[in-house]
């Protein structure tokens, strides 16, 4: 019973320093509040630009993302930025900047002006550095924010061109652990587990 109850307490340790980290250490993105195209669901990546009297749409649901394939809008809405966007999930979200620019297994989507004159985003999981190679300015100037669970506008990020609008919205999931969280508990309870059994001998 001993070294259930201490079992316990670890966990429970555990859980109060997950639960405690800085929250908002990354800052939401800008919220588009304009018009937007219907029909594209939650469960899916898109990016959206309007130009004038047309729509240019990129559209990726989550079974269809594919590695190290970026969608791009080549409708001239392109500001050339050099700061690309990177978006980190949730349960990453309460480090700083700094930190999740060394874990891209962390990031959840890219996007930004491209090398090719064009709007993009590319989506996947495991993202590696490589992805940020299409974008102008790369790593060395890019901006990290939270991932929302509503449109975030391009123009407010300096993405694109005067005339344009538009927005990109990145597919709604639960916010759960993955594969890379799990492995960092796992690590968590297997030292938790050491050091108990160091105390108990």
Known sequence: MKSLRAI?????????????????AVP?????????????????????IFTG???EVAF????????????????????GNRSPVILVEQQFAGFDATTILLHPEWWSDI????VNGTVGF???????????????GGLATARVFAEPDYN?????????????????QSDVEAHVPDAGTSVTLFRFA???????RRKLA
């Open 8 to 24: 316990l307490s670890l966990a429970s340790a555990g859980a109060l320093a997950l639960s405690t980290l800085p929250a908002g």
């Open 28 to 48: 939401l993105p800008p919220q588009y509040n304009g018009p937007t195209l219907g029909g594209l669901g939650t469960d899916s990546d898109h990016m959206v």
């Open 53 to 55: 009297g047309s729509t």
């Open 60 to 79: 990726v649901s989550e079974s269809g993302e594919r590695i190290q394939r970026m969608f791009e809008l080549d409708n001239g809405s392109s500001a």
């Open 111 to 114: 996007l930004g002006d491209t």
């Open 122 to 136: 590319t989506s996947q999981d495991n993202l590696t550095y490589a992805d940020l190679l299409p974008y102008l």
């Open 152 to 168: 975030i506008d391009l123009a407010k990020l300096g993405l694109l061109s005067p005339g344009h609008t538009g927005y990109f």
């Open 190 to 196: 297997l030292a938790g587990l050491g050091l108990l």
